[in-house]
């Protein structure tokens, strides 16, 4: 695990669950490494807000981009090398307001690599506006009177647009854990929220007393109505509702790279563009 420590002390608050979703990203690619896989395989993208330090603590090559770019980045990358393990991390504000033009595309294309979101609900870094998961009713400095407009409903809205791998997990290290081993199998656009309170500036929301587990409760996650009906259990809005986590939805198609044959000979010869003599 040392290898994949950096030197840099984490400067989350303390408590903060950004640390399970770190500690169970390095448990994974840890496995990954011991199975066979090399470090130089993977890549990781992080945007702008609290998740974004995720990228100072995990030493693997990436970029900290530009406040709601990851995703044009993370397809930067695969389109330079197809081989790489991608995996891009966001927060709520940063995949769902400054880079909700890039996500619904990036559904579209369906591009091998894995989206992960930090969501409390809140632009935590800037401490503490409402995002378009907010609730109703919401108060902070530029809602002094509640956050009046329905907050979105991501899974929904992934599920909607075809995407092949959907998820959702509370923000514990094994849940983390077990949602992005399978994303790693996956071939394709692979969709997980992490759900996690704020300890600052949107606390305890009830959210581990009302989770359940999707696969413990048998759903079928070939089934896209069903897990419409699933997605729609949890509205980000109300405080009682339980709320599914897990995969929701898992069925493969095509992915961007096989639809064009210059990255496919890329992929099938294990070069990046630069292996390329000219």
């Not at 950096?6 to 169970?24: E, H, R, S, Y």
């Not at 907010?134 to 599920?159: Q, R, V, Y």
């Not at 959702?168 to 394709?188: I, M, T």
């Not at 999707?214 to 897990?227: R, V």
Request: with cysteine; aromatic share 10%; hydrophobic share 35%.
């Amino acid at each position: 695990m040392e290898n994949l420590n950096t030197m840099i002390k984490p400067t989350w608050c303390p408590g903060c669950f950004n640390f399970q979703i770190l500690t169970g990203v390095k448990n994974v690619v840890f496995n990954e490494l011991n199975s066979g896989k090399k470090r130089d395989e993977f890549a990781i993208v992080s945007g702008i807000g609290c998740h974004a330090k995720i990228f100072d603590y995990l030493n693997i090559n990436g970029i900290n981009t530009l406040h709601g770019r990851v995703l044009p980045t993370c397809f930067g990358i695969k389109i330079g090398n197809p081989n790489l393990k991608v995996i891009g991390f966001s927060g709520d504000g940063d995949a769902y307001a400054e880079g909700m033009e890039h996500l619904v595309h990036m559904a579209r294309y369906n591009v091998d690599m894995k989206y992960i979101i930090h969501d409390n609900q809140v632009f935590a870094l800037t401490t503490g506006q409402s995002t378009p998961t907010t609730e109703i009713g919401f108060k902070d400095k530029t809602n002094p009177l509640g956050a009046k407009l329905n907050p979105l409903n991501p899974i929904k809205l992934m599920l909607s647009l075809n995407v092949g791998f959907v998820a959702r997990v509370f923000a514990d290290v094994k849940s983390v854990e077990d949602v992005l081993k399978e994303a790693l199998k996956y071939k394709g656009f692979a969709f997980i929220e992490v759900i996690q309170p704020c300890l600052i500036f949107h606390q305890d929301t009830g959210f581990k007393e009302r989770i359940y587990s999707l696969q413990e409760a048998k759903h079928d996650k070939t089934n896209i109505t069903e897990a419409l009906k699933k997605a729609e259990e949890f509205d980000y809005n109300d405080s009682k509702s339980k709320i599914p986590t897990g995969i929701f939805y898992q069925k493969e198609r095509e992915i961007f790279e096989d639809k064009f044959e210059q990255l496919k000979k890329l992929k099938d010869k294990k070069m990046s563009w630069k292996d390329i003599k000219r």
